[in-house]
């Protein structure tokens, strides 16, 4: 479609031509929203159609119960490595964790002391027989100041269903605070929308 412009300014006068190209929409996957109608339509960019990060943060809810039923104590996001919600840790990649580790019930040190106190990010890695989760602590962001070298996790399958098994995001998992053994009353409980790394 060609269109014609006419352009004054003292006295003289330019006409132009130009040629007005529609861009083509693939819409073969889409659902159509009648509210956006086309790609034009301001509407559309009101609810945010321009935007093509929907990813949502990697977040880990601790309680301080043996529960997940009661209030969240602390929520942890965790970033880095494009760890986002549903995704795994990956051995030997570093994340960062907000807010840093604090010496409180609520917190994840309370669960497992290897997920330390000043902990703002670490590296996870298995054991060289694959039995254990190892984590290597840092008190800065993006790994630069080394607070703890590479330690075995204090729970032995802290994130696991069973050893080399991730809980699903989503689960409830219950733990006795600060114990390598797991047997008796659960105090602790956390839920993640990641998985952990499973050794």
Same mark, same amino acid.
């Given at each position: 479609m060609r269109s014609h412009t006419t352009n004054c300014a003292r006295g003289v006068c330019v006409r132009s031509r130009s040629a007005h190209k529609s861009a083509e929409l693939d819409a073969s996957d889409a659902i159509y929203d009648e509210e956006c109608g086309n790609r034009y339509n301001y509407k559309c960019w009101r609810k945010g159609g321009h935007s093509l990060d929907k990813k949502q943060a990697a977040r880990l809810e601790m309680y301080n119960a043996g529960n997940c039923d009661g209030a969240v104590g602390t929520t942890y996001t965790l970033s880095g490595n494009g760890l986002y919600s549903g995704d795994q840790l990956q051995a030997g990649l570093c994340y960062n964790i907000d807010p840093v580790v604090a010496d409180t019930a609520e917190a994840l040190a309370s669960v497992d002391n290897r997920l330390s106190v000043g902990m703002k990010s670490f590296?996870? =890695?298995?054991?060289?027989?694959? =039995?254990?989760?190892?984590?290597? *602590?840092?008190?800065?962001?993006?790994?630069?100041?080394?607070?703890?070298?590479?330690?075995?996790?204090?729970?032995?399958?802290?994130?696991?269903?069973?050893?080399?098994?991730?809980?699903?995001?989503? *689960?409830?998992?219950?733990? *006795?605070g600060q114990s390598t053994g797991q047997s008796g009353t659960k105090t602790k409980a956390i839920k993640m929308n990641f998985l952990w790394l499973a050794c």
């Open positions: 590296k996870p =890695s298995c054991e060289a027989n694959g =039995s254990r989760t190892l984590i290597h *602590v840092f008190d800065d962001l993006n790994c630069g100041n080394e607070l703890y070298a590479e330690r075995m996790q204090q729970i032995q399958h802290f994130g696991e269903v069973s050893g080399a098994t991730a809980y699903a995001p989503g *689960v409830c998992q219950e733990y *006795v």
